[in-house]
């Protein structure tokens, strides 16, 4: 089993994170890396079903989304190489915040996936995509 782990610290409030990570549909805080963020469909952004194409190359679907436990769960449906349906199988993306305790006024935010096949490939793809999110993420939440 594949799988890739990230973390960042951002100097805002877990509430602030949150409200800006879960609208499935709105990647606006990465336009470094989000190009294009096309929704497919009617169903909302914060309703599980939701599926986006990003890039013109990632088919996504949103699992779960919790919102007590400021967190969700996407599949990657198919892509481009190395994370194509024919590459891998039961991609699972999870992003979640959690408040800093130490300061109210910091969050911690993980995003970290798991798939079955093409493990070595995927995971150094995934890795630097997802690092790059969170960067941007904190970037603009920061300023």
Same mark, same amino acid.
């Given at each position: ?10 100097? *805002?409030? =877990? ?52 919102? =007590? ?53 995927? =995971? ?6 997802? =690092? ?5 993420? *904190? ?5």
């Amino acid at each position: 089993m594949g799988k890739t782990y990230q973390s960042i610290v951002i100097d *805002k409030p =877990a509430e602030q994170v949150w409200e800006k990570l879960r609208n499935f549909h709105d990647l606006s805080w990465a336009p470094k890396s989000i190009e294009k963020a096309e929704a497919v469909g009617d169903t909302p952004g914060d309703t599980v079903g939701a599926k986006r194409i990003l890039n013109d190359a990632f088919h996504e679907t949103l699992r779960q989304i919790n919102d =007590a436990e400021s967190e969700l769960e996407y599949s990657i449906d198919d892509g481009p190489s190395p994370v194509s349906s024919k590459e891998v199988s039961n991609y699972q993306g999870v992003v979640r915040v959690r408040p800093v305790t130490e300061s109210k006024e910091g969050s911690f935010v993980e995003w970290y996936s798991s798939w079955q096949g093409n493990d070595e490939d995927a =995971a150094d793809f995934c890795h630097d995509i997802y =690092a790059s999110l969170l960067r941007e993420l *904190k970037k603009t939440l920061e300023g």
